[in-house]
């Protein structure tokens, strides 16, 4: 059965700590063993990792 979540692309996300844009970052697996390790024996059923920071834009402006 495919569900909702199956049919539409994952993303990781970029927040920017300024204007607060959201940006997508293409998705990439993190390390298994580094996962297993930290979490133990905790069942996972998904995970997200969003990236604070500032947006291309607003770092710009800093430097102007």
């Given at each position: 059965t495919l569900s909702l979540h199956d049919a539409l692309p994952i993303y990781h996300h970029f927040v920017c700590d300024r204007c607060r844009?959201?940006?997508?970052?293409?998705?990439?697996?993190?390390?298994?063993?580094?996962i297993k390790e930290a979490l133990k024996k905790r069942e996972v059923r998904n995970y997200e990792v969003v990236f604070h920071g500032l947006?291309?834009?607003?770092?710009q402006a800093t430097t102007e």
């Open positions: 844009a959201v940006d997508d970052i293409p998705w990439f697996d993190l390390p298994g063993a580094s947006c291309e834009e607003c770092r």
